[in-house]
T-cell receptor
Framework: GDSVTQMEGPVTLSEEAFLTINCTYT??????LFWYVQYPGEGLQLLLK?????DKGSNKGFEATYRKETTSFHLEKGSVQVSDSAVYFC?????????????FGKGTKLTVNP | GAVVSQHPSWVICKSGTSVKIECRSL??????MFWYRQFPKQSLMLMAT?????????EQGVEKDKFLINHASLTLSTLTVTSAHPEDSSFYIC????????????FGPGTRLLVL
């Protein structure tokens, strides 16, 4: 079945450091790929998405490119801020039997220190 | 933005009792709501999908008699963990979809259940 693997956390960075959170997936066909973010005490929020190969999703300075050849969707940000501290989830959706389901990775906790 | 709330945010109960968790869409009507559970250091796992006014669709391996889901209105879905046991201790998350596509799905903050 479909699955998502993302790098183990936690990740601790200093402010203005470069961030990469790796995500790879296993799925048949061409799933849509997502990154969700969960700030402390809040629900998951959609951060960005890509629906086909070579698409780049971007939002709030974060980017991820849908790489079909490497089945990857790594999240990057050039300069993180303290306010980016959160848990990040990679996910995919793949229509199965006419209905779509979201399949999540385990989440990566990011802490950014001033 | 769209807001989804869950109540309670955490609950401790004795083994054998039942616990009800509410999920509400506060500022929109949700035709579809989803229930997930998350074990420590594990992925969110979809438990069931519920549509207002109809029976929930449970994922394979989820006991529907154990996890009762009621979606009585367009703004409220409830998950009842019946005869809870310590292995049911987990983080339960609901989400509500306002329209079509994952961009219209909004998540609640989750409910942590501890069964003693």
């Amino acid at each position: 079945g479909d699955s998502v693997t993302q790098m183990e956390g936690p990740v601790t960075l200093s402010e203005e450091a470069f961030l990469t959170i790796n995500c790879t997936y296993t799925a048949t066909g061409y799933p849509s790929l997502f990154w969700y973010v969960q700030y402390p005490g809040e629900g998951l929020q959609l951060l960005l998405k890509a629906t086909k190969a070579d698409d780049k999703g971007s939002n709030k300075g974060f980017e991820a490119t849908y790489r079909k050849e490497t089945t990857s969707f790594h999240l990057e940000k050039g300069s993180v801020q303290v306010s980016d501290s959160a848990v990040y989830f990679c996910a995919l959706s793949h229509p199965q039997g006419g209905s779509e389901k979201l399949v999540f990775g385990k989440g990566t906790k990011l802490t950014v220190n001033p | 933005g769209a807001v989804v709330s869950q109540h309670p945010s955490w609950v401790i109960c004795k083994s054998g009792t039942s616990v009800k968790i509410e999920c509400r869409s506060l500022d929109f009507q949700a035709t579809t709501m989803f229930w997930y559970r998350q074990f420590p250091k594990q992925s969110l796992m979809l438990m069931a999908t519920s549509n207002e006014g109809s029976k929930a669709t449970y994922e394979q391996g989820v006991e529907k008699d154990k996890f009762l889901i009621n979606h009585a209105s367009l703004t409220l879905s409830t998950l009842t963990v019946t005869s809870a046991h310590p292995e049911d201790s987990s983080f339960y998350i609901c989400s509500a979809r306002r329209g079509l596509g994952w961009e219209t799905q909004y998540f609640g903050p989750g409910t942590r259940l501890l069964v003693l």
